[in-house]
T-cell receptor, first 115, second 109 residues
Framework: DAGVIQSPRHEVTEMGQEVTLRCKPISGHNSLFWYRQTMMRGLELLIYFNNNVPIDDSGMPEDRFSAKMPNASFSTLKIQPSEPRDSAVYFC?????????????FGSGTRLTVV | GQQLNQSPQSMFIQEGEDVSMNCTSSSIFNTWLWYKQEPGEGPVLLIALYKAGELTSNGRLTAQFGITRKDSFLNISASIPSDVGIYFCAGQLNNDMRFGAGTRLTVKP
């Protein structure tokens, strides 16, 4: 299994630009999670999907952030317009079910820098 | 934000030493998990604990689920240089998983 695949690995963009992060979960996993990691706040859950449906988006910081999961094998996290404070590492994770006893499998992350 | 208190924040140890880190919470959890994150990668699951009082080992790693269900610890015995990384605890209740702030481990050869 190739694991959770995220792209790009690194993204540098100018303030105000639109940024799209992509994730391919593990085949057969029904739950997908987007996390943001910063030194100050650690790992924060932004949103999670179950069977392609957004279940909890209470962690999405503001309207500039949106996430979609058009099918079981693909999800995007979009920031429009981006701001310097959005700079962080964004992780996608997947699991068989939301409460999987085996935890989540994380991707390698996308390091976003907004200048 | 974080709801788990993980300590210590960082550790600098000599190769061969044992390591102990823990997590506490004001809330109970049904599952405790320990992850390790290496530079440039996502967290990887090390150990999962499902019952209060459970003690589980994975090689040189040992973790326990506290009796009160509000805490857990992770021990690493005879540390080696490749143990370096950030170790995260995570508590899970229903569909909610919370992560600790992490313990950054440095092992000096």
């Amino acid at each position: 299994d190739a694991g959770v695949i995220q792209s790009p690995r690194h993204e540098v963009t100018e303030m105000g630009q639109e940024v799209t992060l992509r994730c391919k979960p593990i085949s057969g996993h029904n739950s997908l999670f987007w996390y943001r990691q910063t030194m100050m706040r650690g790992l924060e859950l932004l949103i999670y999907f179950n069977n392609n449906v957004p279940i909890d988006d209470s962690g999405m910081p503001e309207d500039r952030f949106s996430a979609k999961m058009p099918n079981a094998s693909f999800s995007t996290l979009k920031i429009q317009p981006s701001e310097p404070r959005d700079s962080a590492v964004y992780f996608c994770a997947s699991s068989l079910v939301p409460r999987s006893p085996k935890g989540y499998t994380f991707g390698s992350g996308t390091r976003l820098t907004v200048v | 934000g974080q709801q788990l208190n993980q300590s210590p924040q960082s550790m600098f140890i000599q190769e061969g030493e044992d390591v102990s880190m823990n997590c506490t919470s004001s809330s109970i959890f049904n599952t405790w998990l320990w992850y390790k994150q290496e530079p440039g990668e996502g967290p990887v699951l090390l150990i999962a604990l499902y019952k209060a009082g459970e003690l589980t080992s994975n090689g040189r790693l040992t973790a326990q689920f506290g009796i009160t269900r509000k805490d857990s610890f992770l021990n690493i015995s005879a540390s080696i240089p490749s143990d370096v990384g950030i170790y995260f605890c995570a508590g899970q209740l229903n569909n909610d998983m919370r992560f600790g702030a992490g313990t950054r481990l440095t092992v000096k050869p």
